[in-house]
Each structure stands twice: as C-alpha cells, then as structure tokens.
C-alpha cells in the first residue's frame, strides 16, 4: 500500500471486509494471519505497527516501539507470532492473538538473547560492501535462504549448511553492447552494458562474478587478451584493466590512454 489507507475485498464475493487506516503516513508493508482468529497487521514510515481484529477488519491498537521506519511484517507459518522489522535495526516479535510485544531482535551483538531465541549464524553476502550491496529483501524458501541487494544480485544460502558460499545470480541492469571470450580459458565470457558494468560468466555455470572498476564510464567495446581488459568509452580514453587471475575477478589496476576527436 503505496498510501495511507487500505481495504481488503473478498477473492470470491469482491465484497468489502474491513477498512485499514490509522497511520499519518505511506503504508510500507501488511501481512495476514494465516490462521484463527484472523488478524491483520500493517507498518509504514511514521514508525507505526497497527493492527486490526476481523473480519470485518477494524483498527484495534497501535504500537510505536520503533524508532524509525518500519520495512515490513510477517507472521509465522503457524500463526502465532509476528514479527516487524525497521531501519532502526531492530526487529520485535509479537504476539498474534492480542499483539502483545514478546521479544526484540536488537543491532547489538548481532542479535541479543532474550529468551526468544539464540543467533546461531550471521551470513554475510558478497561484494564489495558498497551501496549496490545493500540488503533489501531476504526469504527463507524450504531449504534455501535468499537475499537480494540493491544493485540486483541474488545470493542463496543452504539452510542445512550456512557455512557453504552462496550461490550469486546477477547480471547487467542496462543493455549488453559488448561481448568477449577468454583466449586462455575459452569457458569464460565477459560482458559488458551501457552503464560501464563488465560481467563475468562461466559455461554451464552462470554468472560468475562483476569487474570492480574505480571509474563506472559509459564503454562502448571492449576486448579481453589474456590478463588484460582492453575498453574505450564514451569519455574518449582507453582504459588497460591488468589482472592477476580472472577467477577473483576483482580490479588491480589500470591505465588511461586518452584519444581526442579530429
């Protein structure tokens, strides 16, 4: 709910059971409780968590335990708890019957104990720790748990086994304009799109990687020979990246050779 009201309709009759309003600001996120009696919470950017009793769904009570924007809620499969996470970096758990708060997930320490639960593994995702590696959506999926970033990239955990690297799926947000295989290792192929981003991808495989540049310029082709990238830009320079190994795939450094139209 991209506003400061809601309404839910019933999927087979289209009727109307319950109005969601009592929030001063944007709606950011809503959940369902998936068993009775049925509850619905919502969250949004005046640091509010509301919830409803129905059907027909009416405001019951608010809570301001949070201290910034809160992203989201989700109840738990089973229906007996929610929890509210927020960009003070915390997450609270909640009571779903009554919404009575039972336990905060605190930015301390990882995750502080409080009798609501134990931090067992901190995961942390690849890259450069940079903006574009921003979290800003996580699922836990059967066996697997899945993060997505904000330049794109999807890493995916193993449940079973934490300690195991994830896999990554990514690749370009803009148009591809160049394409280039390695001579040395002809299973390797390198892309690159209109907003300077050079992609590493392996046969059979995927992506494999993202070459980490100082400058992101416009490229307009570019050639691999052996250890070295070769690109021009819309800049009018040339740009040699030297690399130790292509497996890291990780910039070392670079020259600017710099052209000049006539």
């Known amino acids: 709910m991209a506003n400061r009201r809601g309404r839910q309709d019933g999927w087979d009759s289209g009727t109307n059971v319950g109005e969601f309003?009592?929030?001063?600001?944007?709606?950011?996120?809503?959940a369902f409780k998936p068993t009775r009696p049925f509850r619905v919470v919502t969250c949004g950017e005046d640091f509010l968590v509301n919830f409803y009793e129905?059907?027909?769904?009416?405001?019951?009570?608010?809570?301001r335990d949070h201290s910034n924007f809160v992203n989201c809620v989700r109840f738990s499969p089973d229906g007996s708890k929610f929890i509210t996470v927020s960009s003070d970096k915390k997450g609270i758990i909640y009571d779903a019957k009554t919404a009575d708060k039972v336990g905060e997930l605190s930015s301390e320490d990882g995750h502080k104990e409080d009798g609501c639960?134990?931090?067992?593994?901190t995961l942390t995702c690849p890259g450069s720790g940079g903006v574009e590696d921003m979290l800003v959506g996580c699922l836990w999926q059967n066996e697997y748990l899945v993060t997505v970033s904000l330049g794109g990239t999807v890493s995916i955990f193993s449940a079973?086994?934490?300690?195991?690297a994830p896999v990554s799926l990514s690749g370009h947000m803009k148009n591809v304009n160049s394409l280039a295989i390695?001579?040395?290792n002809q299973k390797s192929i390198?892309?690159?799109?209109?907003?300077?981003?050079?992609?590493?991808?392996?046969?059979?495989?995927?992506?494999?990687?993202?070459?980490e540049r100082k400058v992101n310029t416009q490229i307009k082709c570019f050639a691999a020979v052996e250890?070295?990238?070769?690109?021009?830009?819309f800049d009018n320079k040339v740009t040699v990246h030297f690399k130790d190994t292509f497996s890291s795939f990780k910039?070392?450094?670079?020259?600017h050779f710099d052209t000049h139209m006539t």
Do not use: A, N, Q, T
């Open 227 to 233: 250890e070295e990238i070769i690109s021009s830009g």
């Open 182 to 184: 390695l001579k040395s």
């Open 117 to 121: 639960g134990k931090v067992k593994k």
């Open 251 to 255: 910039l070392v450094s670079f020259l």
């Open 21 to 30: 309003d009592g929030h001063s600001r944007r709606v950011l996120s809503c």
């Open 54 to 63: 129905g059907p027909p769904f009416k405001f019951k009570l608010s809570h």
């Open 160 to 164: 079973s086994d934490p300690d195991k």
């Open 190 to 211: 390198l892309s690159s799109s209109y907003d300077g981003l050079i992609v590493k991808w392996i046969e059979g495989i995927g992506f494999s990687g993202k070459l």
